[in-house]
């Protein structure tokens, strides 16, 4: 009868840490966790004691043990995965505070910085814009775009002219608030329809013409010319109509006494938008008729930057001030001067518009606002009358 052999198994008690089972034994691994630590042992396992079962089991994160039935296998040494501790995972106060607070800090860190950005980008573009550089006036303005009505009122009551007894008199003219701001902002951003278009030119000429126009009776008024007529001096309602805004350099006419409150110093305005006979020092200053004359120029150079905004199939130029591409962005009166009175130029209308009766319209208006010669320009009853009447025919064809 042939003899059935054992396994050799490791044994850490045994006489050269070899150890043999009887046949069908098997080899026997395990680690245990006593006082804290883990205790490996490594043995064989009799048939009987491989029948129990309980050597091969192990209990999680006490115990583990291991039977196997190859020569040497449990020559390995097992571990125990204990069972990892709140602290193991947990931050400590100090680290929970410093992770809550250092993003915090940086977040109003970085809140601060931009606000202090954006305010000194605002206080910048306050200052640009208080003085337009191309503005040539008499008296410095008192009113600041960043101020409220409030500390425009105490600013007025604290500077001005006033009677000998020490009171001092305050005229106030409040207008309407209108959110798409001037037409030099409008045209910036949007381009216009040929209908908005003719809207525009035709309130355009119907505020002009009727400053420009005496009104006899108790509700009446004198006439006024404007004197500084520019696309920023214009305002757009919600309606897509303008109004005419800052009389600040206007003068009127007494029809009574054939007179005229005219100051001293009779070259003001924006230089850009000046008359030729402005420029040249030839305007007829006891005439009214020449001050009504030198707004239709400046209009014409309105509708111009109108004209150019107005989008056909699609098609419209971009936006620029008269004379861009002759002058600089901040040019001299003498500049004007050479440009518009001794070249004789104009700003360009282009030959595209001649398909377009509208546009065709518009700028056949511009040419004869821009007449060298004051008398020969239009009025604004006539540019009012004609664009009507583009409008009218606008319509029927529709």
Not at 21 to 26: E, L, V
Not at 365 to 372: A, D, F, H, V
Request: hydrophobic share 35%; glycine share 6%.
């Amino acid at each position: 009868m042939t003899k059935q052999y054992g396994l050799k198994c490791v044994c850490q008690l045994c006489v050269n840490h070899t150890c043999e089972t009887d046949a069908d034994g098997a080899c026997w691994n395990s680690v245990m966790l006593i006082n804290g630590k883990e205790e490996a042992v490594k043995s064989c396992l009799s048939p009987s004691e491989l029948k129990g079962q309980v050597f091969c089991y192990s209990s999680r994160n006490v115990s583990k043990r291991n039977c196997c039935f190859t020569d040497f296998c449990n020559n390995e040494t097992l571990h125990l995965k204990p069972e990892p501790s709140p602290e193991g995972f947990g931050w400590s106060q100090l680290e929970l505070a410093a992770v809550i607070l250092v993003p915090s800090c940086l977040v109003c860190v970085g809140v601060v910085l931009g606000v202090c950005a954006i305010q000194s980008l605002r206080c910048t573009h306050i200052k640009a814009r208080k003085q337009d550089p191309e503005e040539l006036l008499d008296d410095q303005t008192l009113a600041s775009p960043d101020k409220c009505l409030k500390e425009l009122i105490f600013d007025m009551s604290t500077s001005g002219s006033g009677s000998d007894n020490g009171s001092w008199t305050q005229l106030w003219l409040v207008s309407e608030y209108h959110e798409h701001g001037s037409l030099f902002d409008y045209l910036n951003r949007y381009t216009v329809s040929v209908e908005g278009m003719i809207v525009l030119a035709l309130s355009i000429a119907s505020g002009i013409a009727h400053l420009h126009m005496e009104i006899i009776g108790t509700q009446g008024k004198p006439a006024i010319a404007h004197r500084d007529i520019k696309s920023k001096n214009i305002l757009i309602k919600k309606n897509g109509m303008a109004a005419i805004a800052d009389l600040g350099l206007a003068v009127k006419h007494d029809s009574s006494t054939n007179t005229i409150d005219i100051p001293i110093n009779h070259r003001v305005g924006t230089k850009r938008y000046m008359a030729p006979e402005i420029l040249d020092d030839s305007i007829n200053m006891s005439s009214f008729e020449s001050f009504k004359r030198a707004d239709i120029y400046s209009t014409g150079l309105v509708f111009w930057e109108l004209a150019r905004r107005c989008s056909v199939r699609g098609i419209h130029e971009d936006f620029q001030m008269p004379y861009y591409d002759q002058v600089s962005s901040d040019p001299s009166v003498e500049d004007m001067r050479k440009v518009v009175c001794e070249q004789k130029l104009r700003p360009n209308i282009p030959n595209q518009w001649q398909s377009c009766e509208a546009l065709r319209v518009v700028g056949k208006i511009m040419r004869e606002c821009w007449y060298i010669n004051p008398a020969a320009r239009l009025t604004a009853l006539r540019v009012k009358k004609t664009l009507s009447q583009v409008t009218v025919v606008k319509d029927v064809k529709e």
